[in-house]
């Protein structure tokens, strides 16, 4: 299967090394970018051009840019005919562009895949869903250098904290808009479950944290769901090591015959 990627920072580096390492029949023809002079040479073409990157051939695109990059370039690929698994899920918070997506897959007859990322039960929570959903709430949790990044706190203020704060409490919506690089996980919660104003947010800095706990609490008619995940990130980022994992699972089971 030929594969092209929007997008090749730490993600898309951490994507393509996970797809050499399955070792499966599974090619990148391009990657489009907006500055190729910070990339090395590759076996894949490298292009700023959207129209020479499609003419690599690519059977799914993988985005990998940020939120402008999937509004600005994923419909058109979609209505184009070019399925597209997306990293950042949170650009859908934007009803006006999770309209134009939803037109363009139509149009184009194909669909836009958004994996699970760095949450664990994502897939339990969509079932659930299908057997009443009442409340879900995410909670993030990260080092406060990680909303420091974000512009949510102060250096001074990270310098007097003692003990785990809230840094955010609201809904999911606002979460991905006030938060574009830390919250697509919760795009992806609330379009697995209840919607983005009723899905509920917390994200919270604890000096004591090396590392992000993803965690997720939902009831309705199904139950109860507790999950929480503990991640490595990335080095130099706030990013999940998983999230690179989590997109190639989603390459890989589409050149496999059994998928899990």
Not at 52 to 72: D, K, M, N, S, Y
Request: charged letters at 15%; hydrophobic letters at 50%; a neutral charge.
């Amino acid at each position: 299967m030929k594969v092209g990627l929007i997008g090749c920072g730490v993600i898309g580096r951490a994507l393509l090394f996970h797809l050499a390492a399955a070792g499966t029949d599974v090619k990148v023809v391009g990657v489009l970018v907006t500055d190729p002079a910070k990339h090395v040479p590759a076996a894949w073409k490298i292009t700023t051009d959207a129209a020479e990157f499609l003419a690599t051939g690519p059977e799914l695109i993988v985005e990998c840019a940020g939120q402008h990059a999937f509004a600005a370039l994923v419909p058109g690929m979609l209505e184009a005919g070019y399925e597209v698994v997306a990293a950042s899920a949170g650009a859908l918070a934007d009803d006006s562009v999770r309209v134009a997506v939803d037109a363009a897959a139509r149009a184009g007859g194909v669909r836009l895949y958004i994996p699970a990322g760095a949450l664990a039960g994502v897939d339990a929570l969509a079932g659930a869903k299908q057997v009443g959903l009442t409340a879900v709430r995410y909670v993030r949790t990260a080092p406060p250098a990680t909303w420091v990044r974000a512009g949510a706190l102060s250096e001074d203020a990270v310098g007097a904290m003692t003990a785990p704060t809230m840094v955010f409490e609201g809904s999911a919506r606002e979460a991905v808009k006030r938060f574009p690089k830390n919250a697509n996980v919760a795009a992806t919660l609330a379009l697995a479950g209840i919607g983005f104003e009723r899905t509920r947010v917390q994200l919270i800095a604890d000096p004591a944290a090396t590392g992000n706990t993803h965690a997720i609490e939902a009831e309705g008619a199904f139950g109860t769901l507790r999950t929480s995940m503990g991640t490595e990130v990335m080095p130099g980022t706030s990013t999940s090591r998983i999230v690179a994992g989590s997109l190639a699972h989603a390459v890989l089971s589409r050149a496999s015959c059994i998928v899990v």
